[in-house]
């Protein structure tokens, strides 16, 4: 099962994956974006795509 990652030295915190997919990125205790949820369920891979493309800075990692 494919999985998702932040890589939090690109990541501005614009919190636009936040607002598109709140079950898998939320805010950590620190202010930045985190992951939530790695493992990227069956029927939201297009939705996390969607994340991957729209991220500003492509810091958005499916693996
Ligand atoms: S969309 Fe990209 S830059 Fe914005 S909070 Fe999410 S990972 Fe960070």
Known sequence: M???RIEKEH???CGLCNAMAPD???WDD???MGVIQEE???GD???IESCVA???TGAI???
């Open 2 to 4: 494919a999985k998702v």
């Open 11 to 13: 990541c501005t915190a």
């Open 24 to 26: 898998y990125f939320d």
């Open 30 to 32: 620190d202010g930045l």
């Open 40 to 42: 990227i369920a069956e």
């Open 45 to 47: 891979e297009d939705l």
């Open 54 to 56: 729209d991220c500003p």
């Open 61 to 63: 990692i499916v693996e």
